[in-house]
């Protein structure tokens, strides 16, 4: 079984290639024409399209987190973390 990423608007491009290139399912928030939704709006799209988000931001992961507290169900988020190169 594969899953179906959601890019985030705020992933480099570059990561969005890659993923293709080893042929892994990716729409980006781009190519959906959802750049200005809201992180809850994201979350629920992504959900709806059977998608895991793959954002870049960690408000996301706070919206996750509510919904879960709730008992809300969504599709899942994968977190591109940023690396501390210190």
């Known amino acids: 079984m594969s899953i179906g990423l959601y890019m985030d608007v705020h992933i480099p491009k570059a990561i969005t290639i890659g993923l293709r290139l080893r042929g892994v399912d990716v729409l980006t928030a ?15 799209r992504a959900t709806e399209l059977g998608r895991t988000l793959y954002p870049h931001d960690d408000d996301l992961l706070a919206e996750a987190h509510a919904r879960l ?17 210190s």
Do not use: W, Y
């Not at 190519?31 to 809201?38: A, P, Q, R, V, Y």
């Not at 507290?69 to 190169?85: M, Y």
């Open 69 to 85: 507290s709730l008992g809300r169900n969504f599709a899942g988020v994968i977190l591109l973390a940023s690396i501390d190169k």
């Open 30 to 44: 781009q190519e959906d024409g959802t750049i200005t939704l809201s992180d809850a709006d994201l979350l629920e």
